[in-house]
């Protein structure tokens, strides 16, 4: 029996098992869906993608000069406050 304090067992990429989340729609939906709200997916995603932009300049903590490599940060917006250091 397990212990309720027992963390669920890793899948091969090393994440926990219960971590994998369920799909509901399709590859072409999803598309369909992207597609539909492009146009405005930057605004959107510039206000839900704030705080989590804000956390992670305060992680880094950035000093001027310093070169970094942004690599799929969300929209790239965290470039512009990258560049202001």
Do not use: C
């Amino acid at each position: 029996m397990k212990s309720k304090h027992e963390k669920p067992p890793l899948n091969k990429a090393g994440n926990r098992q219960d971590a994998i989340l369920p799909v509901f729609q399709t590859k072409d939906e999803t598309r369909a869906f992207y597609n539909k709200i492009s146009k405005v997916y930057d605004l959107l995603s510039d206000r839900s993608e704030a705080p989590v932009r804000n956390a992670a300049l305060k992680k880094l903590h950035p000093a001027s000069g310093e070169k970094i490599l942004e690599i799929g940060f969300g929209t790239g917006h965290i470039l512009v406050k990258l560049a202001q250091v």
